[in-house]
């Protein structure tokens, strides 16, 4: 299924067109300001240099503005270029001995650069350094990413991650870092199976697109990915060709789409490495040249957006191409005179391309900066190039950019527009960039109708967790336990490369909580409507006692030393829920979303009492739920969690009894059955006593929601003999009373039945028995 999957992606093939002549590429013009400001400004520090003899342009993927020119000098720039600029320099403070700068990464708010094996971090808002902490081996690289899309937590998360590695060091000894606070504090990461695995490292990354960690290895001229979460952990992605050292760039938008460069080498992946493919050089409809070394190009550098991708080579040469779904092409644009050993290359907007070369000045520190604006729709327009025009003349979603989340049991519908040149018909396409946490059927619903004589065609997207498709292969599918992000991209099948402003559109998909969901307790019966509790006394700084016999404070079931006294947290509470203590119970579970109720949850669930109340327990144990394996309970939980204190029973550690993986033997099938919900009918038995019990709920059922969906409430447990208001041996006497009597009446009575006497005694009798049942039906509960 995984085959048939990348399969599908080996039809895609990058191809680059040459070119003879066309018209001039850009007007080149030079930004020469605020000089004299930086000349007064005066500047300390150790001039940073790149280590490489090419030139990277690093641009924030989500703050176009800002951006790092890597080269000679290094430039950090928040106004895109647009004024001069002194060279970047690190304090002399921070003592990096060699300035010498191997990677850098915007993470966040913050720039991180290696320089000299060393990671350090540069706060771009506040302009302060520092060093990271915890890195104890040199390093010469740095990865991470950025989401762009919302201030989701998710979405913002992923700026958090950042590896630090040394590149090309042997995989098994090698220490890589990994820092989830924005490379301030790095800890040693290792992949499972590192210790096994043959070759040196061409770099550690953080796919956001897949939810995996992917080390590129490579030995003997191939390179591969092994990932780190199941299912893909169990294989490796398909070799390539790995010539020269290559420079490996995540394009931005979380799709997946990785760039492997160096001077006579250029590959492109569309699935976070599991299928790479050399970029081809095509004219017309043919392929020149299957890779770039056989086009005896020379790349000097690269440039990538979420679609597009240019390369300019030492020939002079531009080139310029899209990332489609299916097929990409590159196209040659005309010579010009445009590079030098500092030209670099970047994407200013959609179809904007811009050739940056810095200046030196004579008189002052700053720098100018050359810029050489390239609009490729416009040059593509040019008949010269043979451009086909582009089927499609608009493709529209409100889901662009945007970003959901499903849950489990929950799906998403999308739509779009799309509108075809009259007399083609373009074929839409979507595609998943984790379809192991997703099974999208891809299902694209196309209808099309005529409005204003153009037909226009609308297109509803499904989607859904594959697992409730119920078609999961155990062995494709991610562990549908663990949230995953996803995107998912609607584009053009074969688009045309004319298709510049006919952006795919992409949105991220975060396979997760639903964080607007709550679960509430149903309280219908509350003790103040019955009127056994007084709602005023209960909002009166109401508090009350629990019996040292009653209670735990360490969750382990011993009797405590003192009495409790509990105030009752009416705010948080409210009026507690009544129940009888002698019928057995269940509280009725609700699901919220959005401040609107769902349903009423099916899924198991477990309750603790969170004074550590042990006076009630449950209708089923161990053998009468029918399970096949040892049930946990709050003690073995307790065990385990350590330090995470005593509510720690959840999703992620809930294991059922009922689960034919579970192979733990039923031991104790006598033991009390603690969870609640699910395929039985298990309730809640409360001992003897009246009083308010405080319960946490928490849903362990792994398999209803991602979110750990909690709660907390008050019942109020009456209807109870209160038993030690009586002392023992008043009982006593009038259990012995009342036998006396019996034995009396039943002597006795008979006898006197026929006179008036007895008839009296008679009605007496009737009389007390009638009260009597009223006040014993007060103290058993109205039922
Ligand atoms: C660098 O980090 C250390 C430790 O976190 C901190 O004490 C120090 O103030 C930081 N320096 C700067 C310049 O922010
Ligand atoms: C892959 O991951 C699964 C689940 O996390 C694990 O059980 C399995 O042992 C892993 N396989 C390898 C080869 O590491
Ligand atoms: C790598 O080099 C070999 C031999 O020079 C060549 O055949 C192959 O096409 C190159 N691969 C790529 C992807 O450049
Ligand atoms: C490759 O290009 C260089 C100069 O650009 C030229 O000298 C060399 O002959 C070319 N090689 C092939 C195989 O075309
Ligand atoms: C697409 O969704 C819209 C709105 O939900 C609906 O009216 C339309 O019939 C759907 N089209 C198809 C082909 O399912
Ligand atoms: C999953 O993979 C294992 C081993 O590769 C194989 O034995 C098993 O049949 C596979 N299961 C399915 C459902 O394909
Ligand atoms: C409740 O108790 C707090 C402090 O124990 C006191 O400040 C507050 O006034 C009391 N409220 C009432 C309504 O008695
Ligand atoms: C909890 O389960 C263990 C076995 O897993 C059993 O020994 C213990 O008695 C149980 N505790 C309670 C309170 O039921």
């Given at each position: 299924?995984?085959?048939?999957?990348?399969?599908v992606?080996?039809?895609?093939?990058?191809?680059?067109?040459?070119?003879?002549?066309a018209?001039?590429l850009?007007?080149?013009?030079?930004?020469?300001?605020g000089?004299?400001?930086?000349?007064?400004?005066?500047?300390?520090g150790?001039?940073?240099?790149?280590?490489?003899?090419?030139?990277?342009?690093?641009?924030?993927?989500?703050?176009?503005?800002?951006?790092?020119?890597?080269?000679?000098?290094?430039?950090?720039?928040?106004?895109?270029?647009?004024?001069?600029?002194?060279?970047?320099?690190?304090?002399?403070?921070l003592?990096?001995g060699?300035?010498?700068?191997?990677s850098?990464?915007f993470?966040?708010?913050?720039?991180?650069l290696?320089?000299?094996?060393?990671?350090?971090?540069?706060?771009?808002?506040?302009?302060?350094?520092?060093?990271?902490?915890?890195?104890?081996?040199?390093?010469?690289?740095?990865?991470?990413?950025?989401?762009?899309y919302?201030?989701?937590?998710?979405?913002?998360?992923?700026?958090?991650?950042?590896?630090?590695y040394?590149?090309?060091d042997?995989?098994?000894?090698?220490?890589?870092y990994?820092?989830?606070?924005?490379g301030?504090?790095f800890?040693?990461?290792?992949?499972?199976?590192?210790?096994?695995?043959?070759?040196?490292l061409?770099?550690?990354?953080?796919?956001?697109?897949?939810?995996?960690?992917?080390?590129?290895?490579?030995?003997?001229?191939?390179?591969?990915?092994a990932?780190?979460?199941?299912?893909?952990?169990?294989?490796?992605?398909?070799?390539?060709?790995?010539?020269?050292?290559?420079?490996?760039?995540?394009?931005?938008?979380?799709?997946?789409?990785?760039?492997?460069?160096?001077e006579?080498?250029?590959?492109?992946?569309?699935?976070?490495?599991?299928?790479?493919?050399?970029v081809?050089?095509?004219?017309?409809?043919?392929?020149?040249?299957?890779?770039?070394?056989?086009?005896?190009?020379?790349?000097h550098?690269?440039?990538?957006?979420?679609?597009?991708?240019?390369?300019?080579?030492?020939?002079?040469?531009?080139?310029?191409?899209?990332?489609?779904?299916l097929?990409?092409?590159?196209?040659?644009?005309?010579?010009?005179?445009?590079?030098?050993?500092?030209?670099?290359?970047?994407f200013?907007?959609?179809?904007?391309?811009?050739?940056?070369?810095?200046?030196?000045?004579?008189v002052?520190?700053?720098?100018?900066?050359q810029?050489?604006?390239v609009?490729?729709?416009a040059?593509?327009?040019?008949?010269?190039?043979?451009?086909?025009?582009?089927?499609?003349?608009l493709?529209?979603?409100?889901?662009?950019?945007?970003?959901?989340?499903?849950?489990?049991?929950?799906?998403?519908?999308?739509?779009?527009?799309?509108?075809?040149?009259?007399?083609?018909?373009?074929?839409?396409l979507?595609?998943?960039?984790?379809?192991?946490s997703?099974?999208?059927?891809?299902?694209?619903?196309?209808?099309?109708?005529?409005?204003?004589?153009?037909?226009?065609?609308?297109?509803?997207?499904?989607?859904?967790?594959?697992?409730h498709?119920?078609?999961?292969?155990?062995?494709?599918?991610?562990?549908?336990?663990?949230?995953?992000?996803?995107?998912?991209?609607?584009?053009?099948?074969?688009?045309?490369?004319?298709?510049?402003?006919?952006?795919?559109?992409?949105?991220?998909?975060?396979v997760?909580?639903?964080?607007?969901?709550?679960?509430?307790?149903?309280?219908e019966?509350?003790?103040?409507?019955?009127?056994?509790?007084?709602?005023?006394?209960?909002?009166?700084?109401?508090?009350?006692?629990?019996?040292?016999?009653?209670?735990?404070?360490?969750?382990?079931?011993?009797?405590?030393?003192?009495?409790?006294?509990?105030?009752?947290?009416?705010?948080?509470?409210?009026?507690p829920?009544?129940?009888?203590?002698?019928?057995?119970?269940?509280?009725?579970v609700?699901?919220?979303?959005?401040?609107?109720?769902?349903?009423?949850?099916?899924?198991?669930?477990?309750?603790?009492?969170?004074?550590?109340?042990?006076?009630?327990?449950?209708?089923l144990?161990?053998g009468?739920?029918?399970?096949?394996?040892?049930?946990?309970?709050?003690?073995?939980?307790?065990?385990?969690?350590?330090?995470?204190?005593?509510?720690?029973?959840?999703r992620?550690?809930?294991?059922?009894?009922?689960?034919?993986?579970?192979?733990?033997?039923?031991?104790?099938?006598?033991?009390?059955?603690?969870?609640l919900?699910?395929?039985?009918?298990?309730?809640?038995?409360?001992?003897?006593?009246?009083?308010?019990?405080?319960?946490?709920?928490?849903?362990?059922?792994?398999?209803?929601s991602?979110c750990?969906?909690?709660?907390?409430?008050?019942?109020?447990?009456?209807?109870?003999?209160?038993q030690?208001?009586?002392?023992?041996?008043?009982?006593?006497?009038?259990?012995?009373?009342?036998?006396?009597?019996?034995?009396w009446?039943?002597?006795?009575?008979?006898?006197?039945?026929?006179?008036?006497?007895?008839?009296?005694?008679?009605?007496?009798?009737?009389?007390?028995?009638?009260?009597?049942?009223?006040?014993?039906?007060?103290?058993?509960?109205?039922?």
């Amino acid at each position: 299924m995984l085959m048939v999957l990348l399969m599908v992606e080996a039809a895609a093939a990058l191809r680059l067109y040459p070119l003879a002549r066309a018209k001039p590429l850009c007007r080149i013009h030079t930004v020469r300001t605020g000089k004299v400001f930086h000349t007064r400004q005066h500047i300390q520090g150790d001039h940073l240099y790149f280590s490489s003899m090419t030139t990277h342009l690093i641009k924030h993927p989500c703050k176009k503005n800002i951006a790092l020119y890597l080269g000679r000098q290094v430039f950090f720039t928040r106004d895109n270029f647009g004024s001069s600029l002194p060279p970047f320099s690190i304090p002399t403070s921070l003592q990096v001995g060699t300035p010498e700068v191997t990677s850098a990464h915007f993470a966040g708010s913050v720039l991180l650069l290696v320089v000299n094996q060393k990671v350090y971090i540069y706060d771009y808002e506040a302009n302060s350094w520092n060093a990271s902490v915890g890195i104890e081996h040199p390093v010469s690289h740095i990865s991470g990413d950025n989401c762009c899309y919302s201030g989701h937590p998710s979405c913002v998360d992923i700026s958090d991650s950042v590896f630090a590695y040394l590149r090309g060091d042997q995989i098994p000894q090698t220490n890589i870092y990994f820092s989830n606070t924005w490379g301030y504090r790095f800890q040693k990461f290792a992949l499972e199976r590192q210790a096994e695995l043959v070759g040196s490292l061409g770099g550690t990354f953080y796919f956001h697109s897949l939810s995996q960690v992917g080390l590129l290895l490579i030995d003997q001229g191939k390179a591969m990915f092994a990932y780190s979460d199941h299912p893909l952990n169990r294989s490796f992605g398909l070799p390539f060709d790995y010539n020269g050292t290559l420079d490996i760039l995540i394009t931005p938008g979380q799709k997946g789409i990785l760039i492997f460069w160096f001077e006579k080498s250029l590959l492109v992946s569309r699935n976070a490495g599991q299928l790479v493919d050399p970029v081809q050089v095509q004219e017309g409809r043919h392929i020149l040249h299957s890779s770039i070394s056989e086009a005896n190009i020379s790349i000097h550098t690269v440039a990538a957006n979420e679609n597009e991708l240019a390369v300019l080579t030492r020939e002079n040469n531009l080139y310029y191409g899209n990332l489609g779904i299916l097929s990409s092409s590159l196209i040659k644009f005309a010579d010009q005179n445009i590079w030098s050993q500092e030209a670099a290359l970047m994407f200013t907007n959609v179809g904007m391309l811009e050739i940056l070369t810095p200046l030196p000045d004579s008189v002052f520190l700053a720098f100018d900066f050359q810029k050489c604006p390239v609009n490729t729709q416009a040059i593509l327009m040019d008949p010269q190039l043979q451009v086909d025009v582009c089927k499609v003349e608009l493709l529209q979603g409100e889901f662009e950019n945007k970003m959901y989340t499903i849950d489990m049991n929950s799906q998403l519908e999308l739509s779009a527009l799309m509108i075809p040149r009259p007399g083609t018909s373009p074929v839409p396409l979507v595609m998943v960039s984790n379809p192991h946490s997703l099974g999208l059927q891809a299902v694209i619903y196309e209808d099309g109708y005529t409005y204003d004589g153009n037909t226009k065609h609308r297109l509803n997207i499904s989607l859904r967790q594959q697992h409730h498709w119920g078609r999961a292969d155990p062995n494709f599918t991610s562990s549908i336990k663990r949230p995953t992000m996803s995107t998912i991209t609607l584009d053009i099948a074969n688009k045309e490369i004319s298709c510049v402003d006919l952006k795919p559109l992409t949105a991220l998909i975060s396979v997760g909580c639903d964080l607007e969901k709550k679960i509430v307790i149903q309280n219908e019966i509350s003790a103040c409507y019955n009127g056994v509790l007084d709602p005023v006394a209960l909002q009166d700084n109401y508090s009350y006692v629990i019996e040292r016999d009653a209670y735990d404070p360490s969750f382990r079931g011993q009797r405590a030393a003192v009495d409790l006294v509990v105030p009752y947290p009416y705010e948080k509470l409210g009026c507690p829920h009544l129940v009888y203590y002698d019928t057995p119970w269940k509280p009725v579970v609700e699901l919220w979303r959005e401040g609107k109720f769902q349903e009423v949850v099916e899924a198991e669930y477990v309750l603790l009492e969170v004074n550590g109340l042990f006076t009630y327990t449950y209708l089923l144990t161990a053998g009468t739920a029918l399970c096949s394996s040892q049930p946990q309970n709050w003690s073995t939980i307790l065990e385990q969690a350590g330090d995470k204190g005593p509510f720690a029973w959840d999703r992620e550690n809930y294991v059922s009894c009922h689960d034919p993986d579970n192979h733990a033997p039923l031991r104790w099938p006598d033991v009390p059955y603690q969870i609640l919900g699910g395929p039985t009918q298990n309730k809640v038995v409360f001992d003897q006593r009246n009083g308010i019990y405080i319960f946490f709920l928490s849903i362990v059922d792994p398999y209803y929601s991602y979110c750990h969906l909690e709660t907390t409430f008050s019942v109020y447990v009456h209807g109870a003999f209160p038993q030690s208001v009586i002392p023992q041996e008043v009982t006593v006497a009038l259990v012995t009373a009342a036998t006396l009597l019996s034995v009396w009446l039943a002597y006795a009575v008979p006898k006197q039945l026929g006179t008036e006497k007895g008839l009296r005694f008679k009605g007496f009798w009737v009389g007390l028995c009638r009260r009597c049942r009223q006040s014993c039906a007060c103290l058993r509960g109205r039922r």
